[in-house]
């Protein structure tokens, strides 16, 4: 297991390089060419550059979060071997790089909703919230109006302008796609790029989606247990991995993490471990890592890591905004640094205790 931290790329990301640097046990971030539009080729050079930039700062790059999958190759559109060529030669040179995690998902329009990003807590510090009233009532046009004015003047992952713009036409573009043809389009994708991923031992984990239902009527299917094995034999190839998020699969409390992760043995790359609170059935808000905040027995979920030889990057996922800082929501430097030392103390203390058996 590698502790790592997510990380935008100087221009996007409030956080530094140098700040990550001083977190005792994290030696590795989790990046990703920010600036780059889905579909389009990453450039050795700029994939270059980023590595330097990170070398320079004595850190290294752990995985690529996320090369996105274009929404013509989800839709399964009569172009997408075009924008699949594209992902194909990107992927060709994160490897050539020797770059070989990459999660992605394979969400229609939405990355993640959330229908609160600075919700207050009682100890005044602000958590990424979702109530599924709150959502229902949201016009899926209006989504991007109706959050950014939380997102302390950042760019968030996944609500990007642009990406607001089109969401009407998204919306229509997914008008006959059901979850049976999601996990055709995404089969077909798998099986495009797994040349490539053996070649370069390239490791593909893809992120659920976030919450684990359907939202706004679009299909989801990277939700639970049952799908994520379909998709895992339906190309069964260590290459086709997965991210365990365990606040993504952890939003429908039918999933039984440990569970699932020892169902998964030898097919998860990456994990993002992070707590929910749930306040009811349809209201969670994303808790500090420690157990006692949250609904989560995090122990067990690490446990059930190390059981299964668990040996790739872990983050701590979002964290609770504290201390005045000012960041990307859920991307503050503070609560990821205690979430990350949390879990590298949850770790040792596994490992000690396995080794005395
Ligand atoms: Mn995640």
């Known amino acids: 297991m590698e502790m790592t931290l997510r990380w935008y790329g100087s221009e996007f990301d409030t956080v530094s390089l140098k700040q990550i640097r001083q ?24 994939i270059r550059k980023m590595k330097s930039e990170v070398s320079d700062a004595g850190l290294h790059i752990s995985g690529i979060e996320s090369v996105n999958v274009h929404e013509k190759i989800k839709i399964g559109a009569s172009d997408r071997d075009k924008y699949i060529e594209n992902y194909i030669k990107t992927l060709e040179n994160l490897g050539e ?9 394979f969400m229609p329009v ?15 510090s602000t958590v990424l919230a979702y109530n599924q009233e709150d959502i229902d009532k949201i016009v899926p046009e209006k989504m991007f109006e109706s959050i950014a004015g939380d997102m ?7 609500w990007e302008p642009e990406r607001m713009e089109r969401v009407k036409q998204l919306f229509e573009m997914y008008s006959d796609i059901d979850e049976e043809k999601l996990f055709a389009n995404l089969e077909y994708f798998l099986k495009a790029i797994m040349p490539v991923c053996n070649k370069y031992d390239i490791k593909m984990a893809i992120h659920p989606d976030d919450p684990a239902w359907s939202v706004f009527g679009l299909p989801r299917i990277i939700i639970n247990k049952k799908n994520i094995l379909r998709m895992m034999n339906m190309v069964d190839d260590v290459h086709n991995g997965v991210t365990f998020c365990s606040g993504s699969y952890g939003t429908n409390r039918e999933n039984d993490l440990p569970d699932m992760i020892r169902s998964l043995e ?3 790359h990456f994990a993002h471990v ?14 500090a890592h420690l157990s006692a905040d949250g609904s989560f027995d995090m122990y067990e979920i690490m446990k059930a890591l190390y059981e299964t030889g668990f040996d790739g990057p872990i983050r701590p996922d979002h964290g609770r905004m504290i201390w005045d800082e000012k960041a990307m929501p859920g991307y503050g430097l503070y609560d990821r640094a205690l979430g990350a030392s949390y879990l590298n103390g949850l770790w040792e203390a596994i490992k000690k205790n396995n080794k005395t058996i």
Do not use: H, K, Q
Not at 152 to 158: A, D, F, I, Q, S
């Open 274 to 287: 992070r707590n929910l609170r749930f306040n009811s059935d349809t209201d969670f808000e994303e808790a």
């Open 152 to 158: 302390n003047g950042t760019v968030m992952p996944g």
């Open 110 to 124: 939405f990355d993640w909703t959330r229908s609160e990003l600075a919700r207050s807590r009682a100890d005044g």
């Open 97 to 105: 790089e020797g770059l070989n995690l990459v999660c992605y998902n």
């Open 266 to 268: 030898g097919r998860i």
């Open 23 to 46: 977190i005792a046990g994290v030696t590795g971030v989790i990046t990703t060419l920010y600036d780059v539009p889905a579909g389009e080729m990453w450039t050795r050079e700029a």
